[in-house]
């Protein structure tokens, strides 16, 4: 019987997460786990106000994450995750603290919450960080045209990689494996979806060299 994983997919916006995802949910027939957006009452709301509606929003990912999270866990087959519910907190909650939309009363009290939640959920196999340059995760936020993310810039795309370093310096939850995405096209070349395929078998696996197929 195969080894039963939890796999979560990190990485900044217009990275390729969901791409990778269903990619890999496909060939390996994992179960796959996405935000939905669609049922986010919060969403719209903050888009229009940020400052009034911030908490809530971060309040209400967090409880859909980890909820996703132990469903991935329990599921008989292995899973993997769309984002990470660690990013939630480390990386954009503090971004939003940054920018002024999260006061720091509510980021305190946030961040109280989301420990609690965290000592609950049972630890992921392997962490998939996928890294590519600012400039090539606008032109793929650019590309799709979803309206919520028309105001996207490149400096606040350069302050989530900023959080994404400071976070991986320190994370100790389970292995990780960082991919460069900016150059690798998993979507339409099946060379480069199978060195990926390769590459985190071996990792869940225990071995550490990995090397990607030319």
């Known amino acids: 019987m195969a080894a039963k994983h939890l796999v979560l997919v990190a990485g900044n916006i217009g ?3 969901t791409s990778l995802v269903t990619k890999l949910g496909e060939q ?3 179960r796959t786990g996405f935000e939905t957006v669609e049922t986010n009452p919060y969403l719209g709301k903050f888009y229009g106000d940020m400052r009034a509606w911030a908490f809530h929003l971060q309040v209400f990912l967090l409880a859909q994450r980890s909820q996703l999270h132990i469903e991935a866990h329990r599921h008989p087959s292995s899973a993997i995750l ?8 480390y990386i954009f909650a503090r971004a939003l603290h ?3 939309n999260l006061s720091a009363e509510d980021l305190d009290t946030y961040s109280r919450v989301y ?3 965290i000592t609950s959920l049972p630890k992921p196999d392997l962490l998939i960080m996928l890294k590519a340059p600012v400039s090539a995760l606008l032109e793929r936020i650019h590309s799709r045209g979803r309206e919520m993310e028309a105001g996207i810039t490149a400096e606040y795309l350069s302050l989530l990689d900023g ?3 400071e976070w991986l310096h320190s994370f100790d939850v389970c292995p990780v494996l960082t991919i460069s995405s900016g150059d690798l096209d998993y979507v339409n070349d099946p060379a480069h979806l199978a060195s990926v395929i390769k590459t985190v078998e ?3 696996s225990g071995r550490d060299e990995l090397v990607f197929d030319e």
Do not use: N, P, Q, T
């Open 202 to 204: 071996a990792k869940l």
């Open 163 to 165: 959080y994404y370093d």
């Open 28 to 30: 390996l027939g994992w």
């Open 15 to 17: 990275a390729g997460k």
């Open 98 to 100: 940054s920018l002024g």
């Open 82 to 89: 769309d984002r990470s519910i660690y990013e939630d907190y």
């Open 115 to 117: 420990k609690l939640v």
